[in-house]
């Protein structure tokens, strides 16, 4: 068994009182949180462009900005759904 030599700490919590909040967004359902003002902007972008193809599940909230890409969404979904059952 090998234990890893690098002990560097690589959490990347947001430390309290740091004074820099991290904006979280509005979207409904979404929850996505960034301290980057840049990166919050290009995400609340991809809600207003990826609004074509959503999905169907029940609370699930996900939309694609292709269609290939929410139907491997909705069929790993559906894979998953079919292992459940029982
Ligand atoms: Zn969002
Ligand atoms: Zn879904």
């Known amino acids: 068994m090998r234990i890893g030599v690098t002990t560097r700490n690589t959490l ?18 979404c929850g996505f949180s960034c301290a980057d003002q840049s990166n919050m902007a290009r995400h609340r972008q991809t809600h207003l462009t990826s609004r074509g193809y959503k999905c169907t599940f029940a609370g699930c909230g996900y939309a694609a900005k292709q269609q290939c890409t929410l139907k491997s969404h909705v069929l790993r979904k559906v894979r998953t759904r079919l292992l459940d059952k029982g």
């Open 12 to 29: 990347t919590s947001f430390d309290a009182g740091a004074g820099e909040r991290p904006s979280v967004c509005d979207f409904p359902g």
